[in-house]
Each structure stands twice: as C-alpha cells, then as structure tokens.
Nanobody, 114 residues
Framework: VQLQACGGGLVQPGGSLRLSCVAS????????AGWYRQAPGKERELVAR???????NYADSVKGRFTISRDNAKNTLYLQMNSLKPEDTAAYYC?????????WGRGTLVTVSS
C-alpha cells in the first residue's frame, strides 16, 4: 500500500492550502496517521498526527496554523494549512504513525513564496 498525498502547490506567504491523502479500504479508521514533511537539506519530520480515536498533536512550528483531520467514509486524511510561511516549504507526505517504509508515497510539494 502506498499513500499518495496531493493538493500541494505554490502559495504566497499568509495563504492556505489543503492537502489530501487517500488510502484503500478502512485504512485510516484503524491506524494513527500523520503528515510529514521534508525540506531541502533537512530530515523528514512529523508535523501533525491524528490518533486512532481522533486525538491530534502538532509540531510547535505549525501549532495553531495547521489542522489534521480524517474522513473515515472517504478513507481520506487531510491537512488544512493556514497562515503559510516560507519555512513551510517542503515535500509533504502522509503515513501511519510511527511510519512504515512500505507506505511512503511520492509526496506533494508545497512552496510558499512571494
């Protein structure tokens, strides 16, 4: 199973984007999942997590700006990103938490620039 993220793009500072990640079956209903990102020259980091029963956690760098959510009926994980900053520029990926190698997909690129 590969989890493919989509919804990235070029946005100005202060703008918003919503990322989506679709899985097959009831994947997200039974697994804690997260959004990860990797900026050029940096290691991949977990920025948002949603537990199996809906609890959420965020990295300090995105707290108050990003919101992770899940639609079990659509088998889809979302990341709403508001008040984007240039330092949010990265490739964004979805995976379970803790992540499994076989689930890494291609990611979606988010570029925040004026």
């Amino acid at each position: 199973v590969q989890l493919q993220a989509c919804g990235g793009g070029l946005v100005q500072p202060g703008g918003s984007l919503r990322l989506s990640c679709v899985a097959s079956g009831s994947f997200f209903r039974f697994n804690a999942a997260g959004w990860y990102r990797q900026a050029p020259g940096k290691e991949r980091e977990l920025v948002a997590r949603i537990g199996r029963f809906g609890s959420t956690n965020y990295a300090d760098s995105v707290k108050g700006r990003f919101t992770i959510s899940r639609d079990n009926a659509k088998n889809t994980l979302y990341l709403q990103m508001n008040s984007l900053k240039p330092e949010d520029t990265a490739a964004y990926y979805c995976n379970v938490d803790p992540p499994l190698t076989e689930y890494w997909g291609r990611g979606t690129l988010v570029t925040v620039s004026s």
